[in-house]
């Protein structure tokens, strides 16, 4: 099994910037797309962004908009997002995810951080 971990969550004003962190631990030798969702009260989880084992290729939801940024470090078995110009509406909570190729289901999923977002 692979299990997620998540950090760096917390409340920031708008305009502000946090980075998250995903540490993974069991299984972590699979070449695994790793990634970020996110749930917001009252809406549905949506993808924020994912990166491939080797970090070639990203990609991100376009409410992304250049603000934030993926990257991971296999060394380390940690994903990472850097999270920049903060608006209210990113105020969610931010689920990092594992998968063994882009055809799989998110088989993993951590346990979620909270990131708030003051107007």
């Known amino acids: 099994q692979v299990r997620l971990v998540e950090s760096g969550g917390g409340l920031v004003q708008a305009g502000g910037s946090l980075r998250l962190s995903c540490a993974a631990s069991?299984?972590?030798?699979?070449?695994?797309?790793m990634g970020w969702f996110r749930q917001a009260p009252g809406k549905d989880r949506e993808f924020v962004a994912e990166?491939?084992?080797?970090?070639?290729?990203?990609y991100y939801a376009d409410f992304v908009k250049g603000r934030f940024t993926i990257s991971r470090d296999n060394a380390k078995n940690t994903l990472y997002l850097q999270m920049n110009s903060l608006k209210f509406e990113d105020t969610a909570v931010y689920y990092c995810?594992?998968?063994?190729?882009?055809?799989?289901?998110?088989?993993?999923w951590g346990q979620g951080t909270q990131v708030t977002v003051s107007s």
């Open positions: 990166i491939t084992w080797s970090g070639r290729n990203i």
């Open positions: 069991g299984r972590t030798g699979s070449r695994y797309l």
């Open positions: 995810t594992a998968r063994s190729t882009p055809l799989s289901a998110y088989e993993y």
